[in-house]
């Protein structure tokens, strides 16, 4: 699947301003409301928005637009990768300010977005350079593109929704599980300590002691208790158990190796 350029712009308006409607976006966009219905109603098809009917100040229902996590996923890849085709292959430099607009806009549409909004921010707060950011948005954006490619694939096919909604599903699930342990190879490749105990001394003499310390403190006591909190904390548990029990597998098979 290929957007053109205004659905494209259409998607990325409902994904900086969740609620927003299609007379609106017509607006912004200078273009015709029935263009802009017809587009709306494809996104819809497609398991990228959602439309829940409410009154507007002047009392007329109208259809308010929100992302799918399919949606976001999409968004995102594509805010991300869209410099990639341009001979000089660099990252825009609004790139820092439009990915925190996508975060913050949608924290409420899954608790793995909220989270991450905050270990994102954080990382960020002191260097938002583009590839300093496009950096730290690595552990969400190969957790929402697990099975975007296939999607887009299949849809490329049927121009159908192809089970958009089980797509969503896998990605929501995906914004617990998956970007979990990604966070956690994240931090663990930045700085191994992390599983070390509080008091050790391992970052001591490194020149970035003092920073390294600063970000141990902070996934340990602020993204992993939202985790544990977190709805899907028991499907977290439940591929902990999976990975264990895979661990347990491979070093049956090593020892058979060695013996043989």
């Not at 292959?89 to 975060?103: C, E, I, T």
């Not at 391992?202 to 902070?218: L, P, R």
């Not at 049956?252 to 060695?258: E, F, G, N, V």
Request: with cysteine; hydrophobic share 35%; aromatic share 12%.
């Amino acid at each position: 699947m290929t957007l053109n350029e205004t659905q494209q712009k259409v998607l990325f308006k409902i994904g900086m301003s969740p609620g927003s409607n299609a007379l609106s976006i017509a607006k912004e966009l200078d273009r015709d409301q029935s263009g802009i219905n017809k587009i709306c109603h494809a996104l819809r098809k497609w398991g990228l928005i959602t439309a829940t009917k409410k009154e507007n100040i002047k009392k007329a229902r109208v259809n308010e637009l929100r992302l799918t996590a399919l949606g976001f996923a999409l968004v995102l890849e594509t805010m991300s990768t869209s410099h990639l085709g341009h001979s000089d292959k660099s990252l825009p430099r609004d790139y820092h300010a439009k990915v925190m607009s996508l975060l913050s806009s949608n924290r409420d549409l899954h608790e793995g977005i909220d989270i991450f909004f905050d270990f994102y921010s954080f990382f960020t707060k002191q260097n938002n350079n583009p590839d300093y950011s496009f950096y730290m948005i690595r552990p969400m954006l190969s957790t929402v593109n697990r099975y975007l490619g296939t999607y887009k694939f299949n849809l490329r096919l049927r121009s159908t929704n192809l089970g958009g909604e089980d797509y969503d599903k896998t990605i929501q699930r995906d914004l617990y599980v998956r970007l979990f342990f990604g966070l956690w190879n994240f931090m663990h490749f930045r700085n191994p300590a992390v599983w070390l105990p509080p008091d050790s001394s391992s970052t001591d003499g490194h020149e970035d002691a003092k920073e390294y310390e600063q970000e141990i403190e902070f996934y340990r006591g602020k993204i992993l208790p939202r985790f544990q909190k977190s709805r899907g904390w028991d499907l977290i548990l439940e591929e902990l158990a999976n990975r264990e029990a895979e661990c347990a597998r491979v070093n049956a098979l090593r020892t058979w190796i060695q013996k043989n």
